[in-house]
């Protein structure tokens, strides 16, 4: 008689986290011997020459590849390159660029951040597309680094897409609540249960995140603090708000000072946050790069905006005659309508509840519910779209 393996859960509540797991793959510690283009390991982040990476970028790059690959999932998932940026001016004259734009978006009243209260940081978000405007000198000389595409491609292989936005932590700035990243980080834990768990894997998988140093970092400025190993907790999304979770991280991450024109990358789930700039007098810059999949996006262009109008006049016919039932409707608005709040234009499409914006399938499900007129919906959809907008 046979014997059947139990299958192990796909869809898990956040009851089931357990600090214990998570502390035994934290309390890791990294062997140098898998990494033999790493200079030196300093608290369990692996520390990584600008020149070693270009000098193997003259070659045939694949066995960095494969290391870097194996750092970011299997290993400790952080990773710092050092003088990334030979040639400070470089990242100066981008400070500068980014200086204008806080000073244009500061007369219009624009501030907003996630994970840290609105004004307690400098924030620019869609950096990439306003500084490339802005100056497409600087744009060019600034992201022709390729050590940004070889840690892209180690990750997440081709044919990727950059999105980066600026912190600025002021003088005082408070550190950030521990957390995770893009996609399922920025999720409520209630939208977090509904995917299976090997999604929840597959996060991480579309996104890489990384952090150009625009100032020197000393520890009392606050740079990033880090969990080495965290993102191997697969249960990590449904754990990160969790107060047990929290106070480990307190006790356990670890901090780096990092100097003008250094990187960092890492594993979007990956525990980490910004920390406290204990200064009087020093702010702590940085660009922080979002790079995501190609497989990230729809193999076709949908205008889901016109299936939308389309749609709602039968949809609230049915609905007001009785004909539609909420499993009905909640299918054909699936069907129909965009589910996803990303991508979008932060500055004009803030989060309202939670930390992400309104999704076409909130707007026209609350819409039929309210049995809103037609042109009421109209107006909303060209509202949400104008907001969405670069």
């Not at 357990?18 to 520390?47: G, S, T």
């Not at 940004?148 to 936005?165: D, E, N, R």
Request: net charge negative; charged share 20%.
């Amino acid at each position: 008689m046979s014997h059947m393996k139990p299958t192990p859960l796909s869809f898990v509540r956040a009851e089931a986290v357990a600090l214990c797991d998570f502390a035994a793959l934290c309390e890791q510690k990294v062997d140098p011997l898998d990494y033999p283009h790493c200079a030196e390991v300093l608290r369990n982040v692996l520390i990584y020459e600008a020149s070693t990476l270009h000098e193997a970028l003259r070659g045939d790059p694949t066995a960095l590849m494969n290391e870097l690959h194996q750092l970011f999932r299997h290993g400790p998932g952080v990773v710092v390159i050092r003088r990334a940026y030979s040639d400070p001016a470089v990242v100066d004259r981008h400070s500068q660029v980014f200086e204008a734009i806080f000073a244009h978006e500061a007369q219009q009243g624009i501030a907003a951040d996630h994970f840290a209260k609105a004004g307690t940081n400098g924030r620019i978000w869609n950096s990439l597309q306003k500084a490339a405007v802005q100056s497409p000198e600087s744009f060019i000389e600034y992201y022709a680094n390729p050590l940004i595409g070889l840690l892209a491609k180690s990750w997440l292989g081709p044919h990727f897409q950059t999105t980066a936005q600026v912190n600025v932590v002021h003088p005082g700035g408070q550190a950030q609540q521990p957390h995770r990243d893009y996609h399922l980080g920025f999720q409520t834990v209630d939208e977090v249960e509904r995917f299976p768990l090997p999604l929840h894997v597959l996060s991480q998988y579309l996104t890489l995140q990384g952090a150009i140093a625009h100032s020197d970092m000393p520890l009392e400025t606050g740079p990033t603090l880090l969990l080495p190993f965290s993102q191997q907790y697969d249960l990590g999304y449904l754990a990160w708000r969790r107060a047990e979770f929290i106070e480990y991280f307190d006790r356990h991450a670890v901090q780096l000072p990092l100097s003008k024109g250094d990187m960092l990358f890492f594993n979007p789930a990956l525990f980490h946050a910004a920390g406290t700039n204990r200064t009087a007098d020093r702010q702590r810059m940085a660009n922080l790069l979002q790079i995501s999949s190609a497989f990230g996006k729809p193999m076709e262009t949908l205008d889901r905006d016109r299936m939308m109008l389309a749609l709602y006049p039968t949809l609230l016919k049915r609905l007001e005659q009785g004909e539609l039932d909420a499993q009905g409707l909640e299918a054909v608005i699936a069907t129909a309508a965009d589910g996803y709040s990303f991508p979008t234009n932060l500055d004009t499409d803030p989060p309202l509840r939670g930390l992400a914006p309104q999704t076409g399938q909130q707007l026209m499900l609350e819409a039929l519910t309210r049995r809103q007129p037609y042109e009421t919906f109209v107006e909303q959809v060209r509202l949400m779209r104008s907001k969405r907008q670069a």
